[in-house]
């Protein structure tokens, strides 16, 4: 107990004294997502103006629609990396796992923050067209949740096991554009349908399951956080799990019915 007090103590220091204290890593990474989003929804519009000649014809909801994946495949390959590629959540380096961090985790997060509130502000702006009300609780929840964890240091790794679930969103949007593109019935509407159903399986399921059985090993760790962030690590990925569940259950649905209507 009184080794992981001393590392929690030693976290807090860093946090306080050398990344916080310089506001230009969190709150910069933060305007940097919001700028990096407003890039990307350009550069794709620009590239979909010269390659998809039915573009011009999409109404401008289906444009934001349409235009909208790059904060998914960068916080997927970021998740991946960090969880997978580095030694900064892994079980050989001593001390609390709820404790660690590092400049590029910190950064990454707030780019996601920046993402988060411009798509936030977008689907307020529009709504409901954008999404109704469980789309604003995912939302929502999301931003508290990275913020949080962006600022205090704590808990990131449990922030990244839950932002690899965005793996799911290019399978999505890309079932989506072959929906607006009237390719429904094409092959590749029943291959990437295929490949959402695995990928939410995994990814949003499977991984959720594992989430909570690593917070249940670490208990003790997770019990040194702040309040705040203690009940986050439990709130969080529970709602989204449930919502998960439900999407889940639409989705399966879809590919039933998809592969009953194939020749």
């Not at 305007?31 to 990307?40: D, F, H, Q, S």
């Not at 965005?166 to 029943?190: C, H, V």
């Not at 295929?194 to 995994?202: D, S, T």
């Not at 702040?226 to 969080?236: D, K, P, S």
């Amino acid at each position: 107990m009184a080794a992981a007090m001393a590392y929690k103590y030693q976290a807090q220091a860093l946090m306080r004294d050398y990344l916080l204290a310089d506001p230009l890593v969190p709150y910069t990474s933060v305007l940097i997502g919001i700028v990096l989003c407003k890039m990307a929804y350009d550069f794709t519009r620009i590239l979909s103006s010269f390659y998809f000649k039915g573009y011009t014809s999409l109404t401008k909801i289906q444009r934001i629609e349409w235009n909208n994946s790059a904060h998914a495949i960068f916080i997927t390959a970021v998740s991946l990396y960090l969880v997978a590629s580095t030694d900064l959540f892994s079980d050989r380096v001593k001390g609390p796992i709820t404790f660690r961090n590092s400049i590029i985790s910190t950064s990454a997060l707030g780019v996601s923050v920046g993402y988060f509130i411009t798509d936030l502000a977008m689907i307020f702006w529009l709504y409901p067209s954008l999404g109704g009300m469980e789309y604003v609780l995912h939302h929502t929840l999301s931003l508290v949740a990275i913020a949080y964890t962006m600022l205090s240091g704590e808990g990131q790794f449990y922030t990244y096991m839950v932002l690899i679930s965005e793996t799911t969103t290019p399978e999505i949007n890309l079932r989506w554009f072959l929906d607006t593109a009237g390719l429904k019935k094409s092959s590749a509407y029943l291959v990437n349908g295929i490949l959402m159903f695995v990928a939410w399986l995994v990814a949003r399921i499977f991984l959720f399951v594992y989430v909570f059985y690593h917070i249940y090993l670490h208990y003790s760790q997770i019990m040194q956080m702040h309040a705040f962030g203690y009940y986050l690590t439990f709130l969080v990925p529970s709602v989204l799990f449930v919502m998960n569940t439900m999407w889940f259950m639409k989705i399966l649905k879809g590919v039933k019915k998809t592969l009953a209507k194939w020749p």
